[in-house]
């Protein structure tokens, strides 16, 4: 079976051989195995980095500020702050209570900036972490929260501390607050889109995760299913390559060498003498959009060079229907094909209909005689007070030998043809016109539409029977009147003959066994409407004996059109 390829997207790749989805996904491992209290210390250090980093550059470039009791005590604040971050068990205690940690550090980046005087007023940029920290949850009062702590951090420590206002205080006290706003707006808002998009990527990732478990559970059904039906099921893409066979295909020997080949050829027509052409294998059919249903194949079991067709017991016959498949745009994509093994039932069948060609010809022997003795008799005076009598007996074994004559040709499917130069359309005409009493006493309206003369090389008789059959069918199926049209026109090379009906007609399963011998549709059963269920198939004999065709198409309630197509020579 060829593998089927699917391509997905790849990661953006990072210098060193990283790519970004295998980065964050390690970020989001790391985040989500901490608690509580790892998840506070953890927003909490980079503030305290950088407020290490501060004191790295104070005691290098100003150590005297590291002297000032009040710089020391700020940065005890600092410390202070971390080490609740990490020692609280912040899980136990009511929820939000970590924001006490964001809004104290902007007191202690306040009350730092003051004690550091005019060459650490930089470190107002630090209000950046706390603030950031609060704004990115999603309650709205962190924002509210974040915007207090920096009126705070400007106002509360340079009255603590005693210093007189400046005007470049008086500057920071007024655009300090309104940057940090602005700062916790965009935080606060970036933060929410990310949280929405965070949790339709989880929603679409569980919605994928339900699919692709339903998909895994209908694949595994598939295979029991696949694996349990003893039908091979063969399926193809467009290009009649394999996609998908089942073990009963695989399996069967006869089945298992079905690659075309010319020289080698496996299959074979219903005949089993007629090898198949490559092009008609069903593999072939199906890839090319072809739709059938129960085309029978007869396989060879054995190896194709010590087989002949048409001998040996290693011969099966195989059922094959093919449904072709249709992608999301609508094109072929390729078909399913079934292969049911029907050997018993075709020599059933074949023993069935030799009993029946048997029985029917020991039939016809006695009835025969029987009517040449009526017309004996007829012809005899001396009998007239018993002729009406007679003549019933005589049309009834007359319609017996036409039913036993119809059981022949169809048990044997082939009929003799005495083939000569007629008019179709007159021998149509004749038996429309015969129909009529027929059709009167119906209530049904005969109507013909032929184009004259319609010659073609033909058996007259059969053909009319054909005809015969096709317009007693057409009205004795429309019990409730309507209209019968019987057209013959010529295409091309061929004679066309349709007869179409308003009466009961079949539906999609009725059709398909339409011409099966002995079929009745359920509607005439039902309706007790006579018939042997061999008009159809008697009828298809003759049209193919001379190398014409018979099609049907019908509608519940609307009617059934029967078409011939003669050739005319």
Not at 187 to 200: D, F, I, S
Not at 537 to 545: F, R
Request: charged fraction near 20%.
């Amino acid at each position: 079976m060829s593998q089927v390829s699917e391509t997905r997207a790849q990661p953006e790749q990072l210098p060193g051989g990283g790519s970004r989805s295998a980065v964050a996904d390690k970020v989001d491992a790391l985040f989500g195995g901490l608690g509580d209290r790892g998840r506070v210390m953890v927003r909490q250090l980079p503030l305290s980095v950088t407020v290490l980093l501060v004191v790295a550059a104070a005691a290098v470039f100003h150590p005297e500020t590291l002297a000032d009791s009040r710089f020391r005590l700020a940065l005890l604040a600092h410390t202070a702050l971390f080490v609740l971050s990490v020692a609280v068990p912040w899980g136990r205690l009511p929820a939000r209570t970590w924001v006490l940690i964001p809004a104290l550090d902007c007191l202690a980046i306040g009350f730092t900036r003051e004690a550091g005087g005019p060459s650490f007023s930089v470190l107002s940029l630090l209000l950046v972490f706390p603030v950031v920290w609060l704004s990115v949850d999603r309650n709205r009062a962190g924002v509210v929260l974040a915007v207090a702590a920096t009126v705070l951090s400007t106002v509360l420590p340079a009255a603590a501390l005693g210093t007189p206002p400046t005007q470049g205080s008086m500057i920071r006290t007024i655009f300090l607050p309104l940057v940090m706003a602005a700062i916790a707006v965009t935080a606060h808002v970036v933060a929410g889109t990310l949280y929405r998009q965070r949790e339709t990527l989880v929603r679409q990732d569980e919605a994928l995760a339900d699919t692709t478990a339903e998909s895994v559970r209908r694949q595994q059904l598939l295979d029991a299913v696949l694996s349990t039906v003893n039908v091979g099921v063969w399926v193809v893409d467009s290009q009649g390559r394999d996609i998908l066979t089942n073990r009963a295909l695989q399996t069967d020997a006869a089945l298992s060498g079905l690659a075309p080949s010319a020289s080698q050829p496996r299959l074979f027509e219903a005949d089993r003498t007629t090898p198949v052409p490559p092009a008609r294998f069903p593999t072939a059919r199906a890839a090319a959009g072809e739709t059938f249903t129960d085309a029978l194949y007869w396989a060879s079991e054995g190896d194709a060079g010590k087989s002949k067709a048409g001998e040996g017991e290693d011969m099966r016959a195989y059922s094959v229907t093919a449904r072709t498949m249709s992608s999301t745009d609508g094109n072929h994509a390729g078909a399913v094909i079934t292969f049911a093994e029907v050997t018993a039932l075709i020599r059933a069948l074949s023993a069935k209909d030799n009993f029946v060609a048997t029985v029917s010809h020991e039939l016809r022997t006695p009835l025969t005689s029987i009517l040449g003795y009526l017309e004996l008799v007829l012809d005899e005076p001396g009998h007239e007070d018993i002729e009406d009598e007679l003549k019933i007996v005589q049309r009834n074994a007359t319609h017996l030998l036409g039913l036993v004559n119809d059981l022949i040709a169809v048990a044997s499917e082939r009929v003799e043809l005495n083939l000569q130069e007629a008019d179709v359309a007159g021998l149509l005409a004749s038996v429309v016109s015969s129909a009529r009493t027929h059709a009167s006493g119906s209530g049904v309206e005969l109507v013909l539409d032929v184009e004259e003369p319609l010659t073609a090389r033909v058996d007259p008789g059969r053909i009319r029977q054909v005809f015969g059959n096709l317009v007693s069918n057409a009205i004795k199926f429309s019990p409730d009147g309507g209209r019968v049209i019987a057209r013959a026109h010529r295409v091309n090379s061929h004679v066309v003959c349709s007869i179409a009906d308003s009466g009961i007609g079949m539906d999609g399963p009725e059709q398909e066994q339409a011409f099966t011998k002995f079929f009745r549709s359920a509607r005439s059963r039902e309706t007790a409407i006579p018939g042997a269920g061999l008009g159809l198939p008697i009828s298809k004999t003759i049209v193919e004996g001379h190398g014409g065709s018979i099609s049907l198409r019908s509608e519940p309630g609307k009617g059934t059109t029967v078409t011939v197509n003669l050739p005319v020579s």
